[in-house]
């Protein structure tokens, strides 16, 4: 089964970026298709981005899409996210897992995820 880490969060000032990295072990991911989602407090787990198990197609949230970029690289078995012009409202705790491609359910297992908090 597949352990995966999440890095690369950190307090940033808005309009700042951070870049976040997923690492797995014990099962290759270069054939998942994979996903971003993140859960602000008191908020359920939504969505962010996702990408396909060659990393040739991407999609992302609609309050991500030209601020985040997805991306990932199957010979260090690891995916990142890369976040720029960050706004508070992405403050979250942000987890990676695998992906339905159909419909972006997440149905792997979840890592600890890590913390980005976006001040104003």
């Known amino acids: 089964q597949v352990q995966l880490v999440e890095s690369g969060g950190g307090l940033v000032q808005a309009g700042g970026s951070l870049r976040l990295s997923c690492a797995a072990s014990?099962?290759?991911?270069?054939?998942?298709?994979m996903g971003w989602f993140h859960q602000a407090p008191g908020k359920e787990r939504e969505f962010v981005a996702a990408?396909?198990?060659?990393?040739?197609?991407?999609y992302y949230a609609d309050s991500v899409k030209g601020r985040f970029t997805i991306s990932r690289d199957n010979a260090k078995n690891t995916m990142y996210l890369q976040m720029t012009n960050l706004k508070p409202e992405d403050t979250a705790v942000y987890y990676c897992?695998?992906?339905?491609w159909g419909t972006g359910d997440p149905i792997g297992s979840w890592g600890q995820g890590t913390q980005v908090t976006v001040s104003s």
């Open positions: 897992t695998e992906v339905n």
């Open positions: 014990g099962h290759t991911l270069s054939d998942k298709n």
């Open positions: 990408i396909s198990s060659s990393g040739s197609i991407t």
